[in-house]
């Protein structure tokens, strides 16, 4: 049995790990969601996260997955004769486009191997048919450690394809790498707080448009738990439209404070340091999934070019050093293996990390 009083340090691609300082601020006495004192709180941390993320626009608190703003970016953004594209380049992007399906949405997909990237010329040559009120895109696939080139196609979005909704999931992309989501253009952008924000998951972040906004409020049974127009409301008042995790809130707003007195471009430059560590020693040792040109800052996913046990070394250094990495997601399992560099670990940490699994391969052999 797991001993849970004694927890693993991750080095999984989330939840990733909680450094007490964090841990501190979810045992903070509680406080009425609808009092003064959670006012307070709700309007500092949505304007802290406003500079983040570089939006003067909307940005709303789910207590829930980033799994729920899959769900209600379709079902608030889009009218029941609007077809959706959905474009995919594994796990999550793929099960986007299921879930909008699951939604009753019309949806079509635009889809590369695992690994490769989705580039702008794909996009416009699906979008070029007209078709199209929207489209998902993955900022950062989590399952394959690649990063999509969100700037290139921003660029071309807004110059061919201004009225084309934009939905982007950046779960494990957002504070780890750039976004400045007014200057994208994008409509709904959004992440769970289990990745980057190094906090326990139970809370997701979402930047919303004012034209998405709008938008929703035409459209016909969007729901009521994730309701922009419901949400926009009590936004207004710095509430949430249902009881919100407030520990969560309180550790996001005191992450938020450490980020920006880091300041954004140095938060960025910090992961990409960590994710040039941990990229060179794999290209040293095995090599990398994903061409490196789209390799992401926030994980790494490598190829077990040496066909390690991946399951036993984890196994292993769990058992040697109460850490774990992460093996390759879904059909990739064994194939790959993933190690996460985003949050508050440090490359003193990765230095372990890497230590060890280089001590079970050596071992193995």
């Known amino acids: 049995m797991a001993d849970w009083k004694n927890p693993p340090r991750l080095f999984i691609p989330g939840p990733v790990q909680v450094y007490d300082d964090v841990l501190r601020q979810l045992a903070r006495p509680t406080l009425g969601h609808r009092g003064k004192e959670y006012t307070q709180l709700h309007g500092d941390t949505v304007d802290m996260l406003k500079k983040i993320l570089f939006t003067e626009q909307n940005v709303f608190l789910s207590t829930s997955s980033a799994s729920g703003i899959w769900e209600a970016a379709v079902r608030n953004c889009l009218a029941p004769d609007e077809t959706l594209l959905a474009t995919g380049c594994g796990a999550f992007s793929d099960k986007w486009a299921s879930v909008a399906r699951q ?8 889809k590369v191997d695992w690994g490769k990237p989705i ?69 709904v952008a959004f992440a769970s707080v ?58 996001l707003n005191y992450q938020c404070e450490k980020l920006l007195k880091e300041g954004m471009e140095n938060a960025w430059r910090r992961h990409k340091d960590m994710a040039d560590f941990v990229r060179t020693w794999a290209k040293e040792n095995f090599d990398l999934f994903c061409d490196e040109k789209y390799a ?30 992460g093996n390759g997601y879904g059909k990739l399992k064994e194939q ?21 699994i280089e001590e079970e391969i050596t071992r193995g052999n």
């Open 194 to 251: 289990q990745k980057a924000f190094a906090i326990p998951p139970g809370l997701a972040v979402a930047a919303v448009s004012s034209r998405a906004l709008e938008k929703s409020k035409a459209v016909p049974n969007r729901g009521y738990y994730f309701n922009f127009e419901l949400w926009a409301k009590s936004a207004e008042k710095s509430q949430t439209l249902v009881t919100p995790n407030i520990p969560h809130i309180m550790a």
């Open 336 to 356: 790959t293996f993933r190690i996460a560099h985003m949050g508050d670990i440090t490359i003193h940490d990765l230095k372990d990390l890497l230590a060890w």
């Open 119 to 187: 580039l702008p010329e794909m996009i416009d040559e699906k979008l070029a048919a007209g078709k199209y009120a929207a489209m998902t895109l993955v900022h950062n696939e989590t399952s394959t450690g690649l990063t999509n080139p969100i700037a290139d196609i921003s660029e071309m979005m807004k110059k061919k394809y201004p009225d084309v909704l934009v939905f982007v999931d950046s779960v494990s992309g957002m504070v780890g790498l750039p976004l400045k989501f007014d200057e994208l253009g994008w409509d």
């Open 103 to 110: 939604c009753g949405t019309n949806v079509d997909e635009l």
């Open 296 to 325: 992401s800052n926030t994980l790494t996913t490598i190829n077990n070019t040496k066909g390690i046990n991946v399951a036993e070394t984890i196994s292993a250094i769990q058992q040697k050093h109460n850490t774990i990495f």
